[in-house]
């Protein structure tokens, strides 16, 4: 059985561009969340999907970052702009329901120069 | 809201030893508990979790140990590889499904 995979891997970006990162959770795996580390720092929570829907965005950062999931399947996080304080590492997750194991992507290392 | 404190950021044990990673959490309401391997270029892997109604579980050469009365959970690792060797996370859950994670201890494992 395939992981969750994250792409890509790393990305080096200007600030004020924009970076698309995209996961795929297992399959079918309903619920799917987005957490990130900035350097130093603990993983903090950004959201959570239930299939096609978020159940929980309290812990996006600002108007900067959207996260969408079309059909339940894979997700993409863009952020619009990015600013030098979005580098870190952002990781995907994914479990069958909210209170089993959740796995994790090996994370997509996001640079903001 | 929830936070959660390590007690150390990084501990040293020599090969066969037993390790006890320990973590705090704040809020009495938490009823999830995880404990996370990282290694190096990887995800956090999951190695054990316990439930609120819980004091201990076992899996395979690790226990996890809830104490609710202090806010305290533990990793102990019995009879530690180099294979262990790892950023070890405790994260904590509550109704809201989204989990807190503690900012990790290094595991170092001397042959």
């Known amino acids: 059985e395939a992981g969750v995979t994250q792409f890509p891997s790393h990305s080096v970006i200007e600030k004020g561009q924009t970076v698309t990162l995209r996961c795929d959770p297992i399959?079918?795996?309903?619920?799917l969340y987005w957490y990130r580390r900035v350097m130093g720092k603990e993983i903090k929570f950004l959201l959570h999907f239930v299939k096609e829907s978020k159940q929980d965005e309290s812990g996006m950062p600002n108007n900067r970052f959207l996260a969408e999931r079309t059909g339940g399947t894979y997700s993409t996080l863009k952020v619009q702009p990015a600013e030098l304080e979005d580098s870190g590492v952002y990781f995907c997750?994914?479990?069958?329901?909210?209170?089993?194991?959740?796995?994790f992507g090996q994370g997509t290392r996001l640079t903001v120069v | 809201g929830e936070s959660v404190g390590l007690h150390l950021p990084t501990l040293s044990v020599q090969e066969g030893d037993n390790s006890i990673i320990n973590c705090a959490y704040s809020n009495s309401a938490s009823d999830y508990f995880i404990w996370y391997k990282q290694e190096s270029g990887k995800g956090p892997q999951f190695i054990i979790d316990i439930r609120s109604n819980m004091d201990k579980r076992q899996g395979q050469r690790v226990t996890v140990l809830l104490n609710k009365t202090v806010k305290h959970l533990s990793l102990q690792i019995a009879a530690t590889q180099p294979g262990d060797s790892a950023v070890y996370f405790c994260?904590?859950?509550?109704?809201?499904?989204?989990?807190?994670f503690g900012k990790g201890t290094l595991l170092t494992v001397n042959p």
């Open positions: 997750a994914s479990s069958h329901t909210p209170w089993t194991e959740a796995f």
């Open positions: 994260a904590v859950g509550g109704s809201n499904y989204k989990l807190t």
């Open positions: 399959s079918g795996h309903d619920n």
